[in-house]
């Protein structure tokens, strides 16, 4: 079907339409704008602050500081302060001092477990030091004061074979044991003694001081080619508590070679002189510092007075930290450890006899319970070396025990009936958990005798014979710090326990005069603190005993 409409009318037309309204361009001026200014908008009204919470801010409750803000290290200072005397406590009449006469081995014994005061010479040369620490409770009596104790006879001991023995030795120990067992305590007794007897003392109060990365450092080759790290602050403050601690011994002692500086040294100058040119300088504080290790492991000339190298104590408390990589890092921005920082390495050559001491000493270092790192190979160690102190004492049981069942077997008795005497029970609780279970080894084989009838004294001796204590191995499947080992395969290992209760009464005792317990001390009273304080540990002791409040 055809449309209606034509298919053209669709399109557009032919003739263009015209507009209704001609277009106009748009006008174009070249007068100025208007001078007239635009209207000024209203000025927006600040909106209140939100506040978060109940609390109502208002201007006039804002806090003006009035005080001034603390000086660049204050904080510290106040942190670290020591307080050895209080004037509010009694005076102990009748306290002993620990002094020169009565520091030997002998006199010590039969003074244990009676508390002894130092002389105001040890406090001086133990606070120059910073052997005393702010977390013991050394304000809370008139004067600083310490228990003799069993260990504290063991190290004097040892103090007096190294001064005893020509040619003189070197004894090297790590003192161990559970927090406020009174570690850092025994070593302060040490180096009190020691100090009595002409020692010099070189004490790293803090180890973690040295390896938390708050000093300046920087790379320097030692003398067999490795890198090492030269801490120059902490170098010039540990020789100025050197300086401070044995002024009278070192200012008897002179040079006795040339060495290298950089600045000119008179060749006769007096040892403590010359440990102030490091403590004063910290750029002078390493060379000074490598000199005078020279000079005190230099062998002794009897000959001429200045010459004369007396024996060293060297400590140091919390060496867990030196047993880890440090804070510090390399220039590839990898941790360093800490046997690589020139100080510490020094330190790990004395304790594990690298460096030779010709004229005696010792080499004590702590461990530390309350700032305790993980340090698996030190751990390792620490056990080992305790187990391996009490394999004598098994294998002492059962060469008893093989004596005994023997000598039954041979005379027919009946093996019921035979009394293997006392089994050391009282002494089990000191072996290491390690070795515990190898003693209830033994003793279960004893009891065995008693409830199986086919268990006889010939399978009883057998075991006997076989038995063998077997100290902690390391497992293979872990990966061991050589260097930890190294050092500890060279050193022994003393572990604190806790005061006996003859001790405990004499720590009480002083309590009580020092006007820090109320009533009297009894052996109940005693009993009852020891045990709460688990079996004598000594900072407990004190928790339970001086601070303890009744509610």
Request: net charge positive.
């Amino acid at each position: 079907m055809q449309s209606p409409i034509c298919l053209r009318c669709l399109k557009r037309s032919l003739v263009p339409i015209e507009a209704s309204l001609p277009a106009h361009p748009a006008a174009f001026s070249t007068t100025a704008s208007l001078s007239a200014n635009p209207p000024k908008k209203k000025p927006a009204v600040a909106r209140p602050t939100q506040h978060t919470g109940k609390s109502l801010r208002l201007a006039r409750n804002t806090r003006v500081a009035t005080s001034r803000p603390p000086a660049p290290g204050e904080r510290k200072a106040l942190r670290k302060r020591v307080v050895l005397s209080n004037t509010n406590a009694l005076e102990v009449h009748g306290l002993q001092d620990l002094k020169k006469e009565n520091s030997d081995a002998k006199s010590l014994a039969s003074l244990q477990g009676q508390v002894l005061g130092f002389t105001n010479e040890s406090v001086d040369a133990l606070r120059a030091l910073e052997g005393f620490k702010p977390t013991q409770g050394w304000s809370l009596f008139r004067r600083p004061a310490t228990v003799v104790r069993k260990e504290t006879i063991e190290l004097v001991e040892l103090l007096e074979k190294v001064a005893a023995d020509q040619p003189r030795h070197v004894e090297r120990r790590v003192i161990c044991g559970d927090r406020s067992s009174g570690k850092s305590v025994l070593m302060l007794q040490t180096m009190a003694i020691a100090q009595m007897k002409g020692w010099l003392l070189l004490h790293f109060p803090e180890a973690r001081d040295v390896t938390i990365g708050h000093t300046f450092y920087h790379p320097e080759r030692a003398a067999d080619g490795k890198i090492i790290y030269v801490q120059p602050q902490y170098t010039a403050q540990l020789l100025g508590n050197f300086v401070k601690a044995n002024r009278t011994t070192l200012a008897r002692l002179r040079l006795s070679r040339p060495h290298k500086l950089p600045v000119p040294v008179q060749s006769s100058a007096s040892l403590d002189q010359f440990a102030e040119l490091g403590a004063h300088d910290p750029e002078l504080a390493w060379p000074v510092w490598k000199a005078l290790m020279i000079e005190l492991t230099a062998p002794s000339n009897d000959d001429h007075d200045g010459h004369r190298r007396p024996p060293i104590l060297i400590t140091a408390d919390g060496v867990d930290h030196f047993m880890r990589e440090s804070a510090y890092l390399d220039a590839e921005a990898r941790p360093i450890h800490a046997h690589d920082l020139a100080l510490v390495r020094d330190y790990m050559h004395f304790l594990s006899g690298d460096t030779v001491m010709p004229n005696g000493g010792m080499t004590l270092a702590a461990t530390s319970g309350s700032t305790k790192p993980t340090v698996p190979t030190l751990d390792h160690y620490l056990e080992a070396k305790e187990a391996e102190g009490h394999v004598p004492f098994l294998q002492g049981l059962r060469d008893g025990l093989l004596n005994i069942a023997t000598e039954a077997k041979r005379s027919g008795q009946n093996a019921r009936d035979v009394d293997f005497g006392s089994l050391h029970e009282h002494l089990a609780a000191n072996l290491p958990q390690s070795l515990q279970d190898q003693y209830h080894h033994l003793i279960r084989s004893i009891g065995r005798l008693h409830t199986d009838s086919t268990y006889t004294l010939d399978t009883l001796i057998s075991t006997l014979e076989a038995y063998e204590p077997k100290t902690p191995q390391w497992n293979p499947y872990m990966a061991q710090d050589t260097r930890v080992a190294q050092v500890m395969r060279n050193a022994g290992v003393q572990k604190v326990h806790g005061l006996s209760k003859a001790e405990a009464r004499g720590v009480m005792e002083y309590y009580a005069l020092s006007g820090m317990v109320r009533g009297s001390v009894t052996a109940g009273l005693v009993s009852e603190r020891w045990t709460l304080a688990g079996s004598g540990n000594i900072g407990e002791l004190e928790k339970a005993v001086v601070r303890h409040r009744v509610l």
